[in-house]
């Protein structure tokens, strides 16, 4: 059975960083295209960023140069570094994983992705 859990979540001041983690079991993290999504209360859950088989990174422009996806295959583990948090970072924050369609990693659109962590709580304040 395909699991994730995600971790790392919490309050910051905007500027301030957090790395979050994504757990993976019942499956091989290499094997699949991985990202990060994320959704404020009464907007449309949108991509972050995603992460392919060979470890090719793509990003949503809010957050190029601010956030760095990475993954670690050994410890089956998706990562998030998060610096320079601004208010609008503010959302739950989702690990996401499709095996297949390499249009989810390419499009980072959730429809693509067919599997999900419950989310971490992202909150910086001004």
């Known amino acids: 059975e395909v699991q994730l859990v995600e971790s790392g979540g919490g309050s910051v001041q905007a500027g301030g960083s957090l790395r979050l983690s994504c757990a993976a079991s019942g499956f091989t993290l290499s094997s699949y295209f991985m990202a990060w999504f994320r959704q404020a209360p009464g907007q449309e859950r949108e991509g972050v960023a995603a992460i392919d088989r060979d470890g090719r990174a793509k990003y949503a422009d809010s957050v190029k140069g601010r956030f760095t996806i990475s993954k670690d295959d050994t410890e089956n583990t998706l990562y998030l570094q998060m610096n320079g948090l601004k208010p609008e970072d503010t959302a739950m924050y989702y690990c996401?994983?499709?095996?297949?369609?390499?249009?989810?990693?390419?499009?980072?659109?959730?429809?693509?992705?067919?599997?999900w962590g419950q989310g971490t709580q992202v909150t910086v304040s001004s």
């Open positions: 996401a994983a499709e095996p297949h369609r390499a249009l989810a990693w390419s499009s980072l659109r959730d429809k693509y992705f067919g599997y």
